[in-house]
């Protein structure tokens, strides 16, 4: 009978951590996968073989559609002059709709990719003094003088398991800044602190 529970137990382990190797491998490649997928579709691009049949080639539309931001990129880089954004910009603030989405998409992926990215500053705020409750988020603006907000910073906390998350205007003095990494502590928000980077010390004692 303890032979038969310790097979049992064996398989369970050895399910287990195939199903830890399998899971994140399979909804990555499916994520990247759909996305390939979907942009293709922006580009549907069918190479005629014979008759009415056609071949498909997976990722194509992905790599014209990137091919094209690069040129897009370099062209408004080298010939068209700056003015040139500065005037349409212009015209795209004055349009109350358009104006609201232009720059909000904007804005969101310079916080990203620009030069001036957002999301690389990591602090720990003191949410409840009397139980130091406290949470992580990301300090997106530390000058709010322009909104007549003196003393406060503006911190971008991410929900657990989503992808959406929430502003808080809260006192500079119960920010704490975290000397980590902000993608190692992007990814323990999102994970609901599942995902913690240990140090190597720490795994090698535990061995």
């Given at each position: 009978?303890?032979?038969k529970?310790?097979?049992?137990k064996?398989?369970?382990r050895?399910?287990?951590r195939?199903?830890?190797?399998v899971a994140?491998?399979?909804?990555?490649?499916?994520?990247?996968?759909?996305?390939?997928?979907?942009?293709?579709?922006?580009?549907?691009?069918?190479?005629?073989?014979s008759?009415?049949?056609?071949l498909y080639?997976p990722?194509l539309?992905?790599?014209?559609i990137l091919?094209?931001?690069?040129l897009?990129?370099?062209f408004f880089?080298?010939?068209?002059?700056?003015?040139?954004?500065?005037?349409a910009e212009?015209i795209l603030?004055?349009?109350?709709?358009?104006?609201?989405?232009?720059?909000?998409?904007?804005?969101?992926?310079?916080a990203?990719?620009?030069d001036?990215?957002?999301?690389?500053?990591?602090?720990?705020?003191t949410m409840?003094?009397?139980?130091?409750?406290?949470?992580?988020?990301f300090?997106?603006?530390?000058?709010?003088?322009?909104?007549?907000i003196?003393g406060?910073?503006?911190?971008y906390?991410?929900?657990s398991?989503?992808l959406s998350?929430?502003?808080f205007?809260?006192?500079?003095?119960?920010?704490?800044?975290?000397?980590?990494?902000?993608?190692?502590?992007?990814?323990?928000?999102?994970?609901g602190?599942?995902?913690?980077?240990?140090?190597?010390?720490?795994t090698m004692?535990e061995?």
């Amino acid at each position: 009978m303890e032979g038969k529970n310790s097979l049992l137990k064996r398989i369970i382990r050895y399910f287990i951590r195939g199903l830890v190797l399998v899971a994140p491998l399979y909804v990555t490649l499916l994520i990247i996968w759909t996305g390939i997928e979907y942009l293709d579709n922006i580009i549907p691009i069918n190479i005629p073989v014979s008759g009415n049949q056609y071949l498909y080639l997976p990722g194509l539309g992905f790599l014209i559609i990137l091919l094209g931001i690069i040129l897009l990129g370099f062209f408004f880089s080298t010939i068209v002059p700056q003015s040139f954004f500065s005037f349409a910009e212009s015209i795209l603030r004055r349009v109350p709709l358009v104006s609201l989405i232009y720059y909000s998409i904007k804005d969101l992926i310079l916080a990203f990719v620009g030069d001036k990215k957002k999301f690389n500053q990591p602090v720990l705020v003191t949410m409840y003094k009397d139980t130091q409750i406290k949470k992580i988020g990301f300090i997106t603006q530390n000058d709010l003088s322009h909104l007549k907000i003196n003393g406060h910073v503006a911190v971008y906390m991410p929900l657990s398991y989503s992808l959406s998350g929430e502003l808080f205007i809260v006192p500079a003095e119960q920010v704490t800044p975290l000397e980590v990494a902000s993608t190692d502590i992007m990814k323990m928000v999102i994970s609901g602190g599942v995902s913690v980077k240990v140090p190597k010390e720490e795994t090698m004692e535990e061995d």
